[in-house]
């Protein structure tokens, strides 16, 4: 059974950082991507940041670019989610996927989703 178990949530000022961790399990982790979605209160779930096991490549919305890092540690198989100069607008639940092909991620209809973890930015 494939299990994505996100912690680092939280409550932090503008201006500070946070780190979401995913832990995976129930699947082959080198094989797959990885990736961070949120949905703040009356929107849509978008994407911000994807990571392909295979390459590493990685990708970025551009709402994000500069203060969020992706990074996997495969050996953990865990993905994490660096985010720096937080805003109030970043204050959203995330949520991690998984999907074997970085391009399912890309156009949000990954196969596999975790539960999210809260994260409020306040002024």
């Known amino acids: 059974e494939v299990q994505l178990v996100e912690s680092g949530g939280g409550l932090v000022q503008a201006g500070g950082s946070l780190r979401l961790s995913c832990a995976a399990s129930g699947f082959t982790f080198d094989d797959y991507a990885i990736g961070w979605f949120r949905q703040a209160p009356g929107k849509e779930r978008g994407g911000v940041s994807c990571i392909s096991s295979r390459d590493d490549s990685t990708y970025y919305a551009d709402s994000v670019k500069g203060r969020f890092t992706i990074s996997s540690d495969n050996a953990k198989n865990t993905v994490y989610l660096q985010m720096n100069s937080l805003k109030p607008e970043d204050t959203a639940v995330y949520y991690c996927?998984?999907?074997?092909?970085?391009?399912?991620?890309?156009?949000?209809?990954?196969?596999?989703w975790g539960q999210g973890t809260q994260v409020t930015v306040s002024s």
């Open positions: 996927a998984a999907d074997r092909y970085s391009h399912s991620l890309r156009v949000g209809v990954p196969d596999h």
